[in-house]
């Protein structure tokens, strides 16, 4: 069964510090990996898209990073700022590219 | 920009309404999809379409059923609302990269 694993299930960081979030996932064919970024009550918005042949994808303050071997991923957040605070969904794709599986999420609060 | 659109930013409906939920792209893509958010369970997807008058079964189509008339817009249909079905509801399109474009959410309570 396709998985997509996502932790910590919610973190609290300071303003300015770094922070990376983890994503395991089991979904084969593997075809590609997305990172969305969750306001409170509005829809997901896409922060990176990796394929197999993608091991780092920067999105201003966002790198993912993604090793298809162990099947990880993560997003390290720098600099990070009020503006952060959401929840942060790991998305993979198998081959064909029209189902996706959906981690539940990480739910980052930036605090002062 | 891709622009997907949520005619419905908050829905209240009383159980065994039939409730319509609508959703427009404006980029002409052949995909389109509907999902449901809930705490704990992520993104299930209900339904998608992938042209006109197409569609196909997601994980969870119990209950539902969806309308896809032309291109732009794809709907979603709750033929007898249950309190079952208070979600968030999400709309998305995908573009020629694979990539996918969601809608602001409608969130639907049924009482």
């Known amino acids: 069964k396709n998985q997509v694993e996502q932790s910590p299930q919610s973190l609290i960081i300071l303003e300015g510090k770094n922070c990376t979030l983890q994503c395991n996932y089991t979904v084969s064919p593997f075809s590609n990996l997305r990172w969305y970024k969750q306001d409170t009550g509005r829809g997901p918005v896409s922060l990176t898209i990796m394929t197999f042949s993608e091991n780092t994808k920067s999105n201003g303050r966002y790198t993912a990073t993604l090793d298809a071997d162990t099947k990880q991923s993560s997003l390290h957040i720098t600099a990070s700022q009020l503006s952060d605070s959401a929840s942060y969904i790991c998305?993979?794709?198998?081959?064909?590219?029209?189902?996706?599986?959906f981690g539940t999420g990480t739910q980052l609060k930036v605090e002062l | 920009d891709v622009k997907v659109t949520q005619s419905s930013r908050y829905l209240v409906k009383r159980t065994g309404e039939k409730v319509f939920l609508e959703c427009v792209q404006d980029m002409d893509h052949e995909n389109m999809f509907w999902y449901r958010q809930d705490p704990g369970l992520g993104l299930r997807l209900i339904y998608f379409?992938?042209?006109?008058?197409?569609?196909e079964k997601g994980d969870i189509p119990e209950g539902y059923s969806v309308s896809r008339e032309k291109k732009e817009r794809f709907s979603l249909i709750l033929e007898s609302a249950s309190t079952n079905q208070t979600s968030m509801y999400l709309c998305a399109s995908q573009t020629a990269n694979y990539g996918y474009t969601f809608g602001s959410g409608t969130r639907l309570t049924v009482v």
């Open positions: 379409s992938y042209d006109v008058k197409m569609k």
């Open positions: 998305v993979v794709s198998a081959f064909g590219g029209n189902k996706l599986t």
